[in-house]
C-alpha cells in the first residue's frame, strides 16, 4: 500500500506489519511512565488511534516509550517508536545530526495527528524484534499525554 502524509511516501506492506502486531506479545517494562502509557492510551484522540489503524500498528505495542517530564503534574511528554514492513520512498530523513554521535529529531518533518501527537518517519531503525518482517521503517512519536495513574507523577518537574 502507498501510503502519503505530508513530506512522506511510504510503500507499507499492511498485512505483514498487522499480522506481526496481532501476533507478538512485547514485553513492557513497568515503570510509572511505561505503565501510565498502557492505561493512557485507549483514550488518545480517534485523530490518533485512526492514523495507527490505518498504518497496522498496534497502538499500545511501541518498541519504545520513554516519558520525560510534565511541567504541570498532568501532561507528560513522551517519545517512542513503532515499527512498519516497508520502505520509504520518499521524505527527509527527520534527524539532523548535531555532534560526531548524537542526533535530534527535526521538528520541521512532523506530521501533527493533534497539538500533542506527532510522528516521524524513517529507515534508521533501534531495537527491531528478530521476528519483525522486513524490510522495516521505524515510526517516531513525540507526544503530551495525561497523567492517568492514581500515583503521583515522578515525571513532574515544576518550571522555577
Known amino acids: 500500500m502507498i ?24 514485553e513492557f517494562c513497568t515503570c510509572a511512565g511505561c505503565r501510565n502509557f498502557v492505561k493512557a492510551y485507549p483514550n488518545f484522540p480517534e485523530a490518533v488511534q485512526q492514523f495507527f489503524r ?13 516519558a520525560y517530564n510534565s511541567n504541570d503534574g498532568n501532561m507528560t511528554f513522551y517519545e517512542g517508536f513503532y515499527h512498519i514492513c516497508g520502505t ?9 545530526q548535531i555532534d560526531a554521535h548524537a542526533y535530534q529529531l527535526d521538528e520541521q518533518y512532523a506530521l501533527k495527528l493533534t497539538d500533542d501527537f506527532s510522528v516521524f518517519f524513517t529507515e534508521r531503525c533501534a531495537l527491531v524484534d528478530k521476528d519483525f518482517p522486513r524490510p522495516v521503517i521505524q515510526m517516531e512519536i513525540q507526544c503530551n499525554i495525561p497523567w492517568v495513574l ?3 507523577n515522578p515525571y513532574h518537574y515544576p518550571k522555577s
Open 3 to 26: 501510503f502519503e502524509a505530508g513530506v512522506y511516501k511510504l510503500d507499507i506492506d499492511l498485512d505483514r506489519t498487522r499480522q506481526f502486531y496481532k501476533n507478538k506479545d512485547l
Open 54 to 66: 490505518q498504518l497496522g500498528i498496534h497502538i499500545g505495542k511501541p518498541a519504545e516509550i520513554t
Open 150 to 152: 492514581d500515583e503521583p
Open 88 to 96: 520509504v520512498l520518499a521524505g527527509k530523513n527527520p534527524f539532523r
